[in-house]
C-alpha cells in the first residue's frame, strides 16, 4: 500500500510538496452525474511554509488535503512530496482533522504513541511520547481516557499525535474548527509553538479567515471560477509580517476585508483593500521562533493578487530570522 | 443406578405425603430457607455492579426485595391451602426435596452435565458466530457471498433442527452440543457482524493514515471499538444456550436437569420440577453474573 521505510529518527526535516494540475471528479453513484470538485491546482508549496487553505463549504479544500496524505486519489494531475510522487497513504504526512478521532479505549499517552512510525523500539517510543506530551501540554492529563478530558485537549492529543513520526508535512483539516473561540486562539499559538519546536510543511484547512491571516505565510483561496465546474485556486495571498503577528493589524484588516469579499461576505470594510501589493519582495521570515534551520528556508513572498503559484517571487533566504520569543 | 434412584424416589414420595415427616422438616426446611434465601442476596450482589448501579448495599436490598416477596408469598399460598400441595408444593418442601437430591448426588450430577453442555455448546457456537461475524461484517465479498444464506438458516426455528440431529448424530452429547452451539451461534454472529460493519469510519480511516495495515487495523482498532457489542452478544448467546440446553434435554437425554424436569412431570413429582426451575434460574443468572464480570472488566479496559 505504502512505503514501509520508516526508520527515520525524530526530526525530519520539512518537506516541499507539488500539487500539479490535480482534478478530482467523483464517480456519480444510483444514477447521478459525475461530479467534478477540483480541477486544475497548481502550488508548490515550501520546506517550513505554513499555507491556509480557505473556501466555501463543499469547494473540495479537504479532498486536496486528503490527496496530498494519500488518503484520496487525484483523477488528474499528481501530487508530489519532496519529488517523490504521492501513492497510496504517505507515512511522510501526518494527518489531523476536524474532530480529534481519538481511540476512546486508550489512554491519551497510548493514543499519540498510535502516531510513532513502525518498528520505533519502546524505549524510545515512549521518551518521543513523552516530549510531545510535554509539548503540547498535556503532562498532567496523559494517563486519562479521551473522554475525559476536554474538546481542546483531545485536539492537542490529536496534534501530538501527528507529530509523533516526526512528518515531513503536517495536514490538518479544520484543526480547530470544532474549538470554542478562547480555545481555538491558544491552540492556534499551540500551532505556532510546536512549527518552531518540530519544523514540518503545515498545510491547514481552515473556514476561518482570522485564523489564517494569523498562521498562515500564504493562504490559498479556493473557490469557482467564471461558474466552470469545480473548484480551482482563485487567489493566493501572501500574508505580510513575522509571526506572531498583531491580530488587531490594519493591514490584515485590509487582507481579511479582502478575502471576506473573496468568499462572499460583505466585510463593510472601509478602504476596498488591494493594500497587499506594496509587500511583494519584502522578506518574511517563515517562522517568528526561528533558530532551526530547517525555518530558515526560502520563504515564498509574493505578489498577492497573484492567481498562479508559479508567478511568485522567491525572496531572499530567511537569515535574519527573528530571535522573538512567542510573548504569549 | 436407575434402581436405587427410583428407591431414593419412593422414599422422598413418602416422606413428602406424610404428615409427621414433613412437619418434622419443617424446622430444619425453615433455617434451610434462611441459608437459601442469603445465598440468593449473595447472587444478587454478584450480579449487580455489572447493571452499573450495584453501589451501596441499598443497591443490593432492593434488589433482594421481589425475591423476597415472591417467596413469602409463595409460602404464604401453599400454607394456606387455598392450592393444594399437589399443584403448588411448600417451600420447604422444594427445598427437602432439593436437599435429598444433593444427597444422593442425583441433583449434582445433573448440573454438572447441564452446565458442561452449556459451556462447551456456548463456546463452540461463539466461536463459530465471531469468525462468520467477523469475516461477514468486514468483507463486502463475504457479506454478499454469505450473509443472504447464513440469514436463511437462522431464520429456521431452531428446534426444528432437532429431529434432523437426532438422526444424524444420534441420541447423544454430540447432538445436544451442536444444538446448544446453534443456539449461542446466531447472537453472536448477528450482534459482530453489525457492530463491525458500524465502527466508526473516522477512527477507521485515523488507523489508515496512520499507516496500519489491513491485521493492525482489525486489532487496534475495529475489533476494540467492537468489544462491548460482542460482549452483550455473548450474553445473549449464554442464554439462548441454556434455553436449548432444557429443549435438547427434555426432547432425549438421560441426564440432566432438563431430563429431571421431564422425568418428574412423568412421575408427577411437581417439587422436583420446582427444584430443577429453581436450579436452572440460579445457574442462569450465575453464568450470566460472570459474563457480567467479564464485561466489567473489558468495558474498563476497552470501553
Same mark, same amino acid.
Given at each position: 500500500?505504502?512505503?514501509?521505510?520508516?526508520?527515520?529518527?525524530?526530526?525530519?526535516?520539512?518537506?516541499?510538496?507539488?500539487?500539479?494540475?490535480?482534478?478530482?471528479?467523483?464517480?456519480?453513484?444510483?444514477?447521478?452525474?459525475?461530479?467534478?470538485?477540483?480541477?486544475?491546482?497548481?502550488?508548490?508549496?515550501?520546506?517550513?511554509?505554513?499555507?491556509?487553505?480557505?473556501?466555501?463549504?463543499?469547494?473540495?479544500?479537504?479532498?486536496?488535503?486528503?490527496?496530498?496524505?494519500?488518503?484520496?486519489?487525484?483523477?488528474?494531475?499528481?501530487?508530489?512530496?519532496?519529488?517523490?510522487?504521492?501513492?497510496?497513504?504517505?507515512?511522510?504526512?501526518?494527518?489531523?482533522?476536524?474532530?480529534?478521532?481519538?481511540?476512546?479505549?486508550?489512554?491519551?499517552?497510548?493514543?499519540?504513541?498510535?502516531?510513532?512510525?513502525?518498528?520505533?523500539?519502546?524505549?524510545?517510543?515512549?521518551?518521543?511520547?513523552?516530549?510531545?506530551?510535554?509539548?503540547?501540554?498535556?503532562?498532567?492529563?496523559?494517563?486519562?481516557?479521551?473522554?475525559?478530558?476536554?474538546?481542546?485537549?483531545?485536539?492537542?492529543?490529536?496534534?501530538?499525535?501527528?507529530?509523533?513520526?516526526?512528518?515531513?508535512?503536517?495536514?490538518?483539516?479544520?484543526?480547530?474548527?470544532?474549538?470554542?473561540?478562547?480555545?481555538?486562539?491558544?491552540?492556534?499559538?499551540?500551532?505556532?509553538?510546536?512549527?518552531?519546536?518540530?519544523?514540518?510543511?503545515?498545510?491547514?484547512?481552515?473556514?476561518?479567515?482570522?485564523?489564517?491571516?494569523?498562521?498562515?505565510?500564504?493562504?490559498?483561496?479556493?473557490?469557482?471560477?467564471?461558474?466552470?465546474?469545480?473548484?480551482?485556486?482563485?487567489?493566493?495571498?501572501?500574508?505580510?509580517?513575522?509571526?506572531?503577528?498583531?491580530?488587531?493589524?490594519?493591514?490584515?484588516?485590509?487582507?481579511?476585508?479582502?478575502?471576506?469579499?473573496?468568499?462572499?461576505?460583505?466585510?463593510?470594510?472601509?478602504?476596498?483593500?488591494?493594500?497587499?501589493?506594496?509587500?511583494?519582495?519584502?522578506?518574511?521570515?517563515?517562522?517568528?521562533?526561528?533558530?532551526?534551520?530547517?525555518?530558515?528556508?526560502?520563504?515564498?513572498?509574493?505578489?498577492?493578487?497573484?492567481?498562479?503559484?508559479?508567478?511568485?517571487?522567491?525572496?531572499?533566504?530567511?537569515?535574519?530570522?527573528?530571535?522573538?520569543?512567542?510573548?504569549? | 443406578?436407575?434402581?436405587?434412584?427410583?428407591?431414593?424416589?419412593?422414599?422422598?414420595?413418602?416422606?413428602?405425603?406424610?404428615?409427621?415427616?414433613?412437619?418434622?422438616?419443617?424446622?430444619?426446611?425453615?433455617?434451610?430457607?434462611?441459608?437459601?434465601?442469603?445465598?440468593?442476596?449473595?447472587?444478587?450482589?454478584?450480579?449487580?455492579?455489572?447493571?452499573?448501579?450495584?453501589?451501596?448495599?441499598?443497591?443490593?436490598?432492593?434488589?433482594?426485595?421481589?425475591?423476597?416477596?415472591?417467596?413469602?408469598?409463595?409460602?404464604?399460598?401453599?400454607?394456606?391451602?387455598?392450592?393444594?400441595?399437589?399443584?403448588?408444593?411448600?417451600?420447604?418442601?422444594?427445598?427437602?426435596?432439593?436437599?435429598?437430591?444433593?444427597?444422593?448426588?442425583?441433583?449434582?450430577?445433573?448440573?454438572?452435565?447441564?452446565?458442561?453442555r452449556v459451556l462447551i455448546g456456548f463456546v463452540i457456537g461463539s466461536v463459530v458466530g465471531l469468525v462468520l461475524g467477523s469475516l461477514v461484517g468486514l468483507s463486502?465479498?463475504a457479506s454478499?457471498l454469505a450473509a443472504p444464506t447464513i440469514g436463511g438458516f437462522r431464520a429456521v426455528?431452531s428446534?426444528?433442527w432437532?429431529?434432523l440431529l437426532?438422526?444424524y448424530l444420534?441420541?447423544?452429547e454430540d447432538s445436544k452440543i451442536t444444538l446448544i452451539a446453534i443456539g449461542a451461534l446466531f447472537p453472536v454472529y448477528t450482534t459482530v457482524a453489525g457492530a463491525l460493519?458500524?465502527?466508526?469510519?473516522?477512527?477507521?480511516?485515523?488507523?489508515? $493514515?496512520?499507516? =496500519?495495515?489491513?491485521?493492525? &487495523? @482489525?486489532?487496534?482498532? /475495529?475489533l476494540?471499538?467492537v #468489544?462491548?457489542t460482542v460482549v452483550s452478544g455473548l450474553r445473549l448467546a449464554l442464554a439462548q444456550a441454556?434455553l436449548f440446553l432444557?429443549?435438547a434435554?427434555?426432547? $432425549?437425554?438421560? =441426564?440432566?436437569?432438563?431430563? &429431571? @424436569?421431564?422425568?418428574? /412431570?412423568?412421575?408427577?413429582? #411437581?417439587?422436583?420440577?420446582?427444584?430443577?426451575?429453581?436450579?436452572?434460574?440460579?445457574?442462569?443468572?450465575?453464568?450470566?453474573?460472570?459474563i457480567?464480570?467479564?464485561?466489567?472488566?473489558?468495558?474498563?479496559?476497552?470501553?
Amino acid at each position: 500500500m505504502s512505503i514501509t521505510t520508516v526508520s527515520e529518527r525524530t526530526a525530519v526535516p520539512a518537506l516541499p510538496v507539488s500539487v500539479r494540475g490535480v482534478g478530482r471528479t467523483f464517480a456519480g453513484s444510483n444514477g447521478q452525474a459525475a461530479r467534478r470538485v477540483l480541477r486544475g491546482i497548481d502550488l508548490e508549496i515550501e520546506p517550513g511554509e505554513i499555507i491556509a487553505m480557505i473556501g466555501p463549504s463543499g469547494c473540495g479544500k479537504s479532498t486536496l488535503l486528503r490527496q496530498i496524505s494519500g488518503l484520496d486519489a487525484p483523477t488528474e494531475g499528481s501530487i508530489a512530496i519532496a519529488d517523490t510522487a504521492v501513492t497510496g497513504i504517505d507515512l511522510r504526512c501526518a494527518v489531523a482533522f476536524q474532530e480529534p478521532r481519538l481511540l476512546p479505549w486508550r489512554s491519551i499517552e497510548r493514543n499519540v504513541a498510535v502516531g510513532l512510525p513502525r518498528g520505533t523500539d519502546s524505549a524510545a517510543g515512549a521518551e518521543r511520547v513523552t516530549e510531545l506530551i510535554d509539548l503540547v501540554g498535556l503532562e498532567g492529563s496523559k494517563q486519562l481516557r479521551p473522554r475525559q478530558v476536554s474538546g481542546g485537549m483531545a485536539q492537542r492529543a490529536s496534534l501530538a499525535r501527528a507529530l509523533a513520526r516526526g512528518p515531513g508535512v503536517l495536514v490538518l483539516d479544520e484543526p480547530f474548527g470544532a474549538l470554542d473561540a478562547l480555545t481555538r486562539l491558544r491552540m492556534q499559538d499551540l500551532l505556532l509553538d510546536i512549527h518552531a519546536a518540530e519544523p514540518a510543511t503545515i498545510v491547514l484547512v481552515t473556514h476561518d479567515v482570522d485564523e489564517a491571516l494569523y498562521l498562515a505565510d500564504r493562504i490559498v483561496l479556493l473557490g469557482q471560477v467564471d461558474g466552470a465546474e469545480g473548484s480551482t485556486i482563485r487567489r493566493i495571498l501572501t500574508v505580510p509580517g513575522t509571526r506572531p503577528r498583531d491580530r488587531g493589524d490594519a493591514t490584515l484588516a485590509g487582507l481579511r476585508a479582502d478575502l471576506l469579499e473573496g468568499l462572499g461576505v460583505h466585510s463593510y470594510h472601509a478602504s476596498t483593500p488591494h493594500a497587499s501589493s506594496p509587500h511583494s519582495g519584502s522578506p518574511h521570515a517563515s517562522s517568528p521562533h526561528g533558530g532551526d534551520a530547517a525555518n530558515g528556508d526560502p520563504t515564498s513572498s509574493g505578489d498577492s493578487d497573484s492567481t498562479s503559484p508559479r508567478t511568485r517571487t522567491v525572496a531572499a533566504p530567511d537569515g535574519a530570522a527573528s530571535t522573538t520569543k512567542d510573548p504569549r | 443406578m436407575t434402581v436405587t434412584e427410583r428407591a431414593h424416589d419412593g422414599t422422598d414420595a413418602a416422606g413428602g405425603s406424610t404428615a409427621p415427616s414433613a412437619s418434622l422438616n419443617q424446622y430444619s426446611s425453615g433455617y434451610g430457607y434462611s441459608t437459601a434465601g442469603s445465598a440468593l442476596g449473595q447472587e444478587r450482589r454478584g450480579d449487580r455492579p455489572r447493571g452499573g448501579r450495584g453501589r451501596g448495599v441499598s443497591a443490593v436490598l432492593a434488589g433482594a426485595i421481589l425475591p423476597i416477596a415472591l417467596l413469602a408469598a409463595w409460602w404464604a399460598i401453599s400454607a394456606s391451602g387455598i392450592v393444594p400441595a399437589y399443584r403448588l408444593p411448600s417451600p420447604p418442601d422444594v427445598w427437602n426435596t432439593g436437599v435429598a437430591l444433593a444427597a444422593e448426588g442425583r441433583l449434582g450430577q445433573d448440573i454438572a452435565i447441564s452446565t458442561q453442555r452449556v459451556l462447551i455448546g456456548f463456546v463452540i457456537g461463539s466461536v463459530v458466530g465471531l469468525v462468520l461475524g467477523s469475516l461477514v461484517g468486514l468483507s463486502r465479498w463475504a457479506s454478499r457471498l454469505a450473509a443472504p444464506t447464513i440469514g436463511g438458516f437462522r431464520a429456521v426455528p431452531s428446534l426444528a433442527w432437532v429431529p434432523l440431529l437426532v438422526l444424524y448424530l444420534g441420541i447423544n452429547e454430540d447432538s445436544k452440543i451442536t444444538l446448544i452451539a446453534i443456539g449461542a451461534l446466531f447472537p453472536v454472529y448477528t450482534t459482530v457482524a453489525g457492530a463491525l460493519r458500524h465502527v466508526d469510519p473516522h477512527l477507521v480511516e485515523v488507523g489508515r $493514515a496512520y499507516g =496500519m495495515t489491513r491485521v493492525e &487495523l @482489525l486489532t487496534r482498532v /475495529q475489533l476494540p471499538a467492537v #468489544i462491548p457489542t460482542v460482549v452483550s452478544g455473548l450474553r445473549l448467546a449464554l442464554a439462548q444456550a441454556w434455553l436449548f440446553l432444557v429443549a435438547a434435554e427434555l426432547i $432425549a437425554s438421560s =441426564m440432566g436437569l432438563g431430563f &429431571l @424436569l421431564v422425568e418428574s /412431570q412423568n412421575n408427577g413429582r #411437581i417439587d422436583r420440577i420446582f427444584v430443577a426451575i429453581i436450579v436452572l434460574a440460579v445457574l442462569g443468572k450465575t453464568t450470566d453474573a460472570l459474563i457480567g464480570l467479564l464485561e466489567k472488566y473489558l468495558l474498563k479496559r476497552w470501553g
